[in-house]
C-alpha cells in the first residue's frame, strides 16, 4: 500500500458493513442470574424441574406445571440449541399465567432478563395504548427489525431488516447502537417488545435481549417484554 494513502476505514460497530464481514464482538450485557428461583429447563416441547419432566402441550402436565410455579419467581434455560420459540409456547403460556417473575437466562453468560409475557393478543392489545415509541425488535432469520409508532428503522436495504446478520451471525454490536440511538428520540417508552418469528431458536431469541443493555446491569428499557406465539389448545388429559 502507498505509504501517502489514507487508511482504509474501520468495520467497527458504527458502520455499516458487507453481509459477508463478520460482525464485531459485544459482550455479554444483562442482570446477574437471580438466587432463590425455581430453575426450568426447556428442551424441545418438554420442561423439566428438578427430576421432573413435563410436556405442557398436554392438559394434565400444564396443570401440574402450573402447580409447581404459581406465585414463584423462575429461571427459564435452554440446553438444546435447536429448542424453537414455537414449541415452547405452551410452557410460556403457563409462566405467564401462573409464575410471578419470569427471567430468561443467556445462553453464553451468567446472566438474565426479566420478562413480560404476551401472547398475540396481549402484543395487539399493547400496541393499541396510546403511548409514545411503542419500540419492538422484530427478530427475523435474516436480521433484527426495528419499529416504533412512527415506522421502522431504515436498514442498507430498505426492503431488509434495520440491522441485518453479519456472516451468518446476529449484530448485537449494532443492535445495540441502535436501540440507544432510538432511546434518545423516545426518551419516555421504558417498555419494548422482542418480537422473534416463531421459527427462531430460543437461545437466539436470548441473545438478542442482550442488545437491550448497554454496560453490565444497565438495561435501556425498564420493561422487556417477549411476544410468543399463542399454543394450540392443549388436549384433554387422556388424549397422547
Not at 410436556?55 to 414463584?72: M, N, Q, Y
Not at 438474565?112 to 395504548?129: H, S, T
Not at 442488545?211 to 388429559?237: I, Q
Request: a negative charge; aromatic letters at 6%.
Amino acid at each position: 500500500m502507498d505509504s501517502g494513502s489514507p487508511p482504509p476505514a474501520p468495520k467497527d460497530a458504527g458502520t455499516w458493513a458487507d453481509a459477508t464481514v463478520t460482525p464485531v464482538s459485544a459482550p455479554v450485557w444483562g442482570e446477574p442470574v437471580p438466587d432463590d428461583v425455581l430453575r426450568l429447563e426447556l428442551s424441545g416441547d418438554q420442561v423439566r424441574l428438578g427430576a421432573e419432566t413435563f410436556t405442557p402441550s398436554r392438559a394434565r402436565d400444564a396443570a401440574s406445571l402450573a402447580e409447581r410455579v404459581r406465585g414463584k419467581d423462575v429461571l427459564v434455560a435452554v440446553e438444546d440449541v435447536d429448542t424453537f420459540l414455537a414449541q415452547v409456547s405452551d410452557a410460556l403460556a403457563v409462566l405467564r399465567a401462573q409464575a410471578a417473575e419470569v427471567w430468561l437466562k443467556h445462553p453464553d453468560a451468567p446472566v438474565a432478563y426479566r420478562l413480560v409475557l404476551r401472547d398475540e393478543q396481549g402484543f395487539r392489545a399493547w400496541l393499541e395504548e396510546v403511548a409514545p415509541g411503542k419500540l419492538r425488535i422484530i427478530q427475523r432469520a435474516d436480521g433484527f427489525e426495528l419499529s416504533t409508532s412512527v415506522g421502522k428503522l431504515p436498514g442498507p436495504d430498505r426492503n431488509g431488516p434495520s440491522v441485518p446478520v453479519r456472516a451468518g451471525r446476529q449484530d448485537i454490536a449494532t443492535l445495540r447502537r441502535e436501540l440507544a440511538r432510538l432511546k434518545t428520540r423516545f426518551t419516555t417508552s421504558d417498555d419494548l417488545c422482542l418480537v422473534p418469528s416463531f421459527g427462531t431458536e430460543v437461545v437466539q431469541v436470548a441473545r438478542a435481549l442482550g442488545g437491550t443493555y448497554v454496560a453490565p446491569e444497565e438495561g435501556l428499557f425498564d420493561t422487556l417484554c417477549l411476544v410468543y406465539p399463542t399454543p394450540r389448545s392443549a388436549p384433554d388429559a387422556g388424549s397422547p
